[in-house]
């Protein structure tokens, strides 16, 4: 029998005293331990929760907080051992009358560690309208926004001084690499250094905004991470690239809601059904990789901050979602309306159909696949959806000051370090027509954004984290890559669709290089919303001894000095030969008279998989005076060069039909290699004149 001591039954006699009476580890935790711990005890931790130190006391379970300090009354804990909520707890036996007075105590007085602690923080909980929050009086000169004022009270609360803006030097390369995603050049920065006119800071902003292609260039990465969106080939399954709209929609700043809706009921021609279709993996598939269930994972992550990777398989551990909930959202981008939920890959013989995961923006979502898409896109962009609002907003705010005011970017659920910042920033955004121009013009010429950088860690010894500037921020591998190109004018090119012309091209219109993914640049081949700034031992190898970069710098010496040859001019091309050409394969037959060497060059161009590519130069030959003597060119991959040396032969011709190995002609591999036949030393990166 539990025996509680007199602490307990004096605290519980004086329920109404003045000063806080209660222990927790003298008063409450004997009471946990004895009546809770069989099935929440640390070990077990039924619904997620534990009760076995005081911490985990506050922290609380998947269904959020069981206490609210100060209020008893609505505090779950008490309200399950007193049966007010079913089922009652503890199972099998009740708490006396003395324990469930300690326990309404001890809430009371603000669920202290002991008597002389402060009282426990409410655990955060968002809401989901937005409510515009009351703006502090202006604290600081020069910080007259609203935005500015609501930090400067923040700043001013920690104790933290104004501090002063960074350099001019400084605020242009931060622009330049946010917005354009490129360093300005020696002319550009020195053209804002000197100018002395009113607002400078402000008409740089704008008119880096207002240059909308170099804008886009730099954003689709962004994009692209978040949308999974890659136009390179997948050897792991399908996917079906957005490009083509992604890119138009950034240059014309399209608004936020239409953008998300576009993405969430793809329907007018050229509507961006990539998203929804996600990556049709090749091989076993289980339950949680169907499309319609990437839709729901990556539409909850992207949009409302939601992470529903752990529940796309059985109820989560860690947060409040169920299972029924993944398959509920899935259930809006399914064909079937009503989805058998399926527990680690095993029928569970129940069934759900489409159900939001905040009950309050469910609505009907209609009969068809068409009606419930059209459903859903609705409640994602529903003015009543703060979640999402604040979702994006803190999203941009990471993206631009290195840390989010909410820190988990996918997890919504956390307090923001300034509730006031993150509803002002919302409300404004949301009134603006949901401009995404707007809101990052609102955040790059803020006060926040012109502080010194800081580190984004907490302090040692400190507990809870303080906003004290953007945090130090690595360019992005492609921020990287784009500005090496710029400094030394050596692009790497690409070749669109149906083109016989390359052209010079951005990273994110390129392939992944070796550099550019050790240096971050994902494979996307699922949503990307935070990339590691963590160094490593690749990043080290491909800076000091990688062939692209060595390419990069070596070329730009070469073309500084005006010793940059032009690369040759390819005497035949076969274009794109895939699988489909391999009932007619195309033939060569060049003129080779005069030359002294011969390059015969296969490039891939997009196989699934180029390690088991093999391009064939089939019944090749060389036709001179005496006849034609055959060519044994040797198979190396779907990237390869060969050389035959001429001089002397008198050969005139060269003739062979390209095609591929028989045992590559399979939908896992999907050969796609480009031939060429070169008379001197090519280029690989510029087999293709450019445009």
């Known amino acids: 029998m539990l025996r509680l001591s007199l602490g307990a039954v004096c605290l519980a006699a004086a329920v109404g005293a003045q000063a806080p009476a209660a222990d927790y580890e003298r008063d409450i935790h004997p009471i946990l331990a004895a009546k809770c711990f069989a099935c929440h005890g640390g070990d077990k931790r039924?619904?997620?929760?534990?009760l076995r130190d005081y911490q985990s006391v506050l922290d609380g379970g998947r269904s959020g907080a069981v206490l609210v300090p100060g209020e008893p009354r609505e505090s779950l804990l008490l309200k399950r051992v007193t049966g007010e909520m079913?089922?009652?707890?503890?199972?099998?036996?009740?708490?006396?009358?003395?324990?469930?007075?300690?326990l309404t105590a001890w809430i009371g007085e603000g669920a202290r560690m002991t008597p002389q602690s402060a009282a426990a923080k409410k655990r955060w909980i968002p809401e989901m309208a937005l409510k515009e929050p009351a703006v502090p009086g202006i604290t600081w000169r020069g910080w007259e926004r609203p935005a500015d004022r609501i930090v400067a009270a923040y700043l001013a609360s920690h104790k933290i001084s104004q501090p002063r803006p960074v350099s001019d030097a400084l605020f242009a390369r931060r622009v330049y690499l946010d917005l354009w995603g490129l360093l300005p050049t020696p002319e550009q920065w020195a053209a804002f250094i000197k100018d002395n006119?009113?607002?400078?800071?402000?008409?740089?902003?704008?008119?880096?905004?207002?240059?909308?292609?170099?804008?886009?260039?730099?954003?689709?990465?962004f994009w692209n991470d978040l949308l999974h969106n890659?136009?390179?080939?997948?050897?792991?399954?399908?996917?079906?690239?957005?490009?083509?709209?992604?890119?138009?929609?950034?240059?014309?700043?399209l608004s936020y809601e239409k953008f998300v809706a576009a993405l969430l009921n793809p329907v007018?021609?050229?509507?961006?059904?990539g998203f929804l279709m996600g990556?049709?993996?090749?091989?076993?598939?289980?339950?949680?990789?169907?499309?319609?269930?990437?839709?729901?994972q990556n539409t909850a992550q992207v949009f409302l901050g939601v992470n529903l990777k752990c529940n796309a398989c059985h109820d989560s551990f860690v947060s409040r979602w169920k299972?029924?909930?993944?398959?509920?959202?899935?259930?809006?981008?399914?064909?079937?309306?009503?989805?058998?939920?399926?527990?680690?890959?095993?029928?569970?013989?129940?069934?759900t159909g489409p159900h939001f995961l905040f009950q309050e923006l469910d609505r009907p979502a209609g009969e068809t696949l068409a009606e419930r898409r059209a459903a859903a896109a609705a409640i994602f962009t529903a003015p009543e959806n703060g979640r999402a609002v604040r979702t994006f907003v803190n999203r941009i705010w990471q993206r631009l000051m290195g840390r989010g005011i909410v820190e988990t970017v996918d997890d919504m659920d956390g307090e923001p370090w300034s509730p006031a910042l993150l509803d002002w920033l919302s409300v404004d955004f949301a009134r603006s027509g949901y401009d995404i121009n707007h809101l990052i013009e609102t955040i790059l010429l803020s006060r926040a954004y012109e502080m010194p950088s800081v580190e984004a860690a907490p302090e040692p010894g400190q507990k809870d984290w303080v906003f004290r500037g953007p945090a130090v921020r690595r360019m992005t591998a492609e921020q990287f890559a784009d500005s090496l190109s710029a400094m030394t004018g050596e692009w790497r090119t690409y070749v669109p669709p149906r083109s016989k012309q390359a052209r010079y091209g951005r990273d994110y219109q390129l392939k992944i290089s070796a550099l550019t993914l050790a240096m971050g640049r994902p494979t996307r081949e699922q949503v990307v919303t935070e990339r590691t700034s963590q160094a490593t031992t690749l990043q080290a190898l491909e800076l000091v001894n990688g062939k692209d970069l060595f390419r990069l710098l070596s070329n730009g010496a070469l073309r500084l000095r005006g010793e940059m040859r032009a690369a040759p001019a390819p005497l035949w091309d076969s274009g794109n030969v895939g699988m489909g050409s391999v009932q007619t394969p195309p033939t060569v037959d060049a003129g080779i008279a005069g030359l002294s060497d011969l390059w015969l060059v296969a490039a891939d161009h997009g196989s699934y998989d180029p390690d088991q590519t093999k391009p064939l130069w089939k019944n090749a030959?060389?036709?001179?005076?005496?006849?034609?003597?055959?060519?044994?060119?040797?198979?190396?991959?779907?990237?390869?060069?060969?050389?035959?040396?001429?001089?002397?032969?008198?050969y005139t011709r060269f003739r062979a039909t390209v095609t591929h190995a028989e045992d590559t002609l399979r939908s896992d591999i999907n050969p796609s290699v480009r031939f060429f036949v070169f008379g001197s030393q090519p280029d690989p990166e510029r087999l293709l004149p450019v445009a």
């Open 46 to 50: 039924s619904g997620g929760l534990s």
């Open 86 to 102: 079913q089922p009652a707890m503890p199972p099998g036996g009740k708490l006396s009358a003395i324990e469930i007075a300690a």
């Open 197 to 221: 006119g009113a607002d400078k800071r402000g008409r740089l902003v704008r008119t880096l905004l207002g240059q909308r292609k170099n804008f886009a260039g730099n954003w689709v990465n």
């Open 230 to 253: 890659d136009d390179a080939p997948f050897h792991g399954g399908d996917r079906k690239p957005i490009t083509p709209w992604l890119v138009p929609a950034i240059e014309q700043n």
């Open 268 to 273: 007018a021609p050229g509507d961006p059904s």
């Open 279 to 296: 990556v049709n993996w090749r091989g076993d598939v289980s339950a949680s990789q169907t499309p319609q269930m990437q839709a729901a």
């Open 323 to 351: 299972l029924k909930d993944a398959f509920g959202l899935a259930a809006y981008f399914s064909e079937e309306a009503n989805l058998e939920m399926v527990r680690c890959d095993i029928p569970t013989g129940q069934h």
């Open 621 to 650: 030959r060389l036709v001179g005076p005496e006849g034609e003597v055959a060519v044994d060119v040797p198979v190396r991959g779907a990237s390869s060069t060969f050389h035959i040396d001429l001089r002397g032969k008198g």
